[in-house]
């Protein structure tokens, strides 16, 4: 590649993230338009504008792929947790779009974003591996076990009913706080001097928020207010989009 065409690509890459990025705003508010409406949430049409939302911080996570010198190990595993991530939107979305089969699509959207933050982890991994040694490593994974089962069996405690579920929490609960506390640590063991680290951990600790506020509108009564599925998506959406953005450092 001559200096002239990597100069190019250099702020090829970044114009497109940003181009995805005001995609990814316009779907995303006309999904929670949608969504906060509850004749329009069920429409197939929110469904779609969901999906776009999605594919757009995947296309940013390639993007971030092919604007690397060399196309790392660990960068498959980002892109794999992300498109998990499109999968399991696709399967949320329909669940209100077919109420029939709702616990089925469910129940196949939290192995899809279980599967995301398994690709996650091992994306960390690979990348931070002198600072997430294997002591740190085991500590943060026992430490996320525990309170995996711990919050799969206190639902009675926050006012939900996971019903069939609660083996499904328990086991997607112990993954994405693994995820967010190895990210966390990452972050932290580098002094929050790496870039990529920083923004995994951000956004990693956005979806844990996510994740907490879903699990009330999904299992709770009375916590699916506007604002609760707005709060949700923005944290969601944000996380998503700042994991991608990782792979640009």
Do not use: W
């Not at 906060?36 to 999906?51: N, P, Q, S």
């Not at 498959?76 to 991530?85: I, V």
């Not at 994306?123 to 996320?144: A, E």
């Amino acid at each position: 590649m001559t200096d002239k065409s990597a100069g190019s690509s250099l702020f090829l890459f970044p114009l497109l993230a940003a181009l995805f990025l005001i995609l990814m705003a316009v779907f995303c508010t006309l999904f929670l338009r949608n969504l906060i409406d509850r004749e329009k949430r069920v429409h197939v049409k929110t469904t779609y504008l969901k999906i776009s939302t999605s594919a757009c911080f995947v296309a940013i996570a390639f993007l971030g792929t092919l604007s690397r010198q060399a196309i790392e190990p660990f960068c498959l595993f980002l892109l794999a947790g992300s498109f998990s991530g499109l999968v399991g939107d696709l399967l949320l979305g329909l669940r209100y779009a077919d109420g029939e089969r709702k616990n089925s699509y469910t129940r196949g959207g939290f192995i899809a974003f279980l599967l995301g933050h398994l690709f996650y982890i091992f994306y960390m991994l690979l990348r931070f591996d002198r600072v997430l040694t294997s002591p740190v490593t085991g500590r943060i994974l026992f430490v996320s076990v525990i309170l995996g089962l711990v919050i799969g069996h206190a639902d009675r405690l926050m006012g939900l009913d996971y019903g069939s579920f609660s083996s499904m929490i328990s086991s997607y609960s112990m993954v994405i706080i693994a995820s967010t506390f190895l990210g966390m640590a990452a972050s932290i063991r580098q002094k929050f001097q790496n870039p990529a680290a920083n923004l995994f951990a951000i956004g990693a600790v956005l979806f844990l928020l996510s994740d907490l506020i879903l699990s009330g509108t999904y299992f709770g009564k009375g916590k699916d207010r506007p604002v609760d599925l707005i709060l949700n998506h923005i944290f969601y959406f944000g996380g998503q989009f700042l994991i991608a953005l990782a792979l640009f450092f």
